[in-house]
């Protein structure tokens, strides 16, 4: 089992950027490299969305093609941490983000996701 908590949520303007941070922590075996992560978000009276996916070793992603150009995923082992940079926020962007650890490969379905953090709320106002 693995613990995820995100950070670098908070209040911007619109056009400015962002970058969420995700840091896994747990036992030993509980290590980043071991897991395909994606992030996800939640409107306020709406269902949770896929927003990007990365595999466990960096070198493929998945991303919303809402949100392609906008959003980059990425990860860095060594410090058990998942990235997501957002740039040209957007009103509609205003969300909790949630980072979540699969195992296997990566995916764009929340219900594959069996570890999530407690989440970060990103506020775009325009």
């Known amino acids: 089992q693995v613990q995820l908590v995100e950070s670098g949520g908070g209040l911007v303007q619109a056009g400015d950027s962002l970058r969420l941070s995700c840091v896994a922590s747990?036992?030993?075996?509980?290590?980043?490299?071991?897991?395909?992560m994606g992030w996800f978000r939640q409107a306020s009276g709406k269902e949770r969305e896929f927003v990007a996916a990365?595999?466990?070793?960096?070198?493929?992603?998945y991303s919303s093609d809402s949100m392609k150009g906008r959003f980059t995923i990425s990860r860095d082992n060594a410090q058990n941490t998942v990235y997501l940079q957002m740039n040209s926020l957007k009103a509609e962007d205003t969300a909790v983000y949630y980072c979540?650890?699969?195992?296997?490969?990566?995916?764009?379905?929340?219900?594959?996701?069996?570890?999530w953090g407690p989440g970060t709320q990103v506020t775009v106002s325009s």
């Open positions: 979540a650890a699969k195992i296997g490969r990566l995916s764009g379905q929340s219900y594959e996701y069996a570890n």
């Open positions: 747990g036992r030993t075996g509980s290590r980043l490299s071991r897991y395909a």
């Open positions: 990365i595999n466990w070793s960096g070198d493929s992603t």
